[in-house]
């Protein structure tokens, strides 16, 4: 990752989750990649009145990718360690675009 991404080395607790929010402005990119000890289930999602929409969904161990938002508002990452043991988990984030990110 680029100077200015935010890089966390945590370790995730038996069927916990971590979670990273931030605000991004209308067609700003967030960039990711990850990597946990085992399967963990990622998601970015967004709240949309009372409705919370996951424009990205997956169960996998490492993963990179980006995506832009379409609408100025709050996006999370989230991780869950859906296993009966604690998993360590690496992973990066930078935003790209105009605007400010948190």
Same mark, same amino acid.
């Given at each position: 990752m680029p100077p200015g991404a935010h890089s966390k080395n945590v370790r995730?607790?038996?069927k916990e989750s971590r979670k990273e929010c931030l605000? *991004? @402005?209308a067609g700003?990119? *967030? @960039?990711?990649?990850f990597t946990a000890q085992q399967t963990a289930q990622f998601n970015i999602h967004y709240h949309a009145?009372?409705?919370?929409?996951?424009?990205?969904r997956r169960n996998v161990r490492h993963l990179h990718g980006e995506y832009t938002s379409r609408a100025?508002?709050?996006?999370?990452?989230?991780w869950t360690n859906p296993h009966a043991v604690g998993i360590n988990l690496s992973y990066s984030f930078i935003v790209r675009g105009g605007?400010?990110?948190k």
């Open positions: 995730l607790p038996a605000k *991004l @402005a700003q990119q *967030l @960039a990711y990649v009145g009372d409705k919370m929409s996951y424009p990205v100025a508002q709050d996006y999370c990452m989230m605007g400010k990110s």
